[in-house]
C-alpha cells in the first residue's frame, strides 16, 4: 500500500491508492477471512439481526412482544426503534466484517455483543417477575448462539482445516 508523508517524518498508508485493487474496500484475500459453511452461518446471523430489527420497525406491538416488554405510549416507541437501530445495526457489522474482516474480527464482535442478550434478560425479568417465559427463551437462545458462534470463531485454526 502506497504511503504519505504525515509531517515530521511520520509516514502514514494513503486512503486513496493508486491501483483498484489495493484499495481498502476489496475483500480481504487473507487465509483467515471466513469461507463457505461458516460465512453462511454469519450470514444467516447478520440476516436474523436486519429482520428483527425491520420486524421492530414495522410492526412495534410485534416487536415488544418478541422482546417481552410492553409497546403501550410514546416512551415505549422511543425504545422499540433504539432496538430495532441495535439489531439493524449489529447485522450490518455482521455483514461488512464478514465482507471486509477475519475470523478473529467477527469473533471478537460476537464475544462483545454477548453481553447485549443478558442485559434483556434481566429487563424483561425485572418488570415481569420472571413470568414472561417465551421472550425469556429467546433472549437466552440469543446468548447462546452468539456465544457460541463467538468461540467457534475465536477457536485456534487447526492444521489443514479451511477456514470455513
Request: proline share 10%; glycine share 14%; with cysteine.
Amino acid at each position: 500500500m502506497e504511503t504519505r508523508g504525515g509531517g515530521a517524518g511520520c509516514m502514514r498508508p494513503d486512503p486513496f491508492p493508486a491501483k483498484a485493487e489495493e484499495h481498502p474496500m476489496t475483500p480481504s484475500a487473507h487465509p483467515q477471512r471466513l469461507r463457505g459453511r461458516g460465512a453462511a452461518l454469519v450470514l444467516s446471523m447478520a440476516g436474523v439481526f436486519l429482520l428483527i430489527g425491520a420486524a421492530f420497525i414495522a410492526s412495534p406491538p410485534l416487536g415488544a412482544a418478541l422482546f417481552g416488554l410492553p409497546a403501550t405510549g410514546a416512551e415505549a416507541q422511543a425504545w422499540l426503534r433504539a432496538l430495532a437501530l441495535r439489531d439493524l445495526a449489529l447485522g450490518l457489522y455482521l455483514a461488512g466484517l464478514l465482507w471486509l474482516g477475519s475470523r478473529r474480527s467477527l469473533g471478537v464482535v460476537l464475544a462483545a455483543t454477548v453481553v447485549i442478550p443478558p442485559g434483556d434478560m434481566l429487563m424483561v425479568a425485572g418488570w415481569h417477575g420472571g413470568a414472561a417465559p417465551a421472550p425469556l427463551l429467546l433472549h437466552g437462545l440469543s446468548a447462546l448462539a452468539t456465544g457460541g458462534m463467538a468461540a467457534w470463531l475465536l477457536r485456534p485454526p487447526s492444521a489443514g482445516t479451511p477456514s470455513g
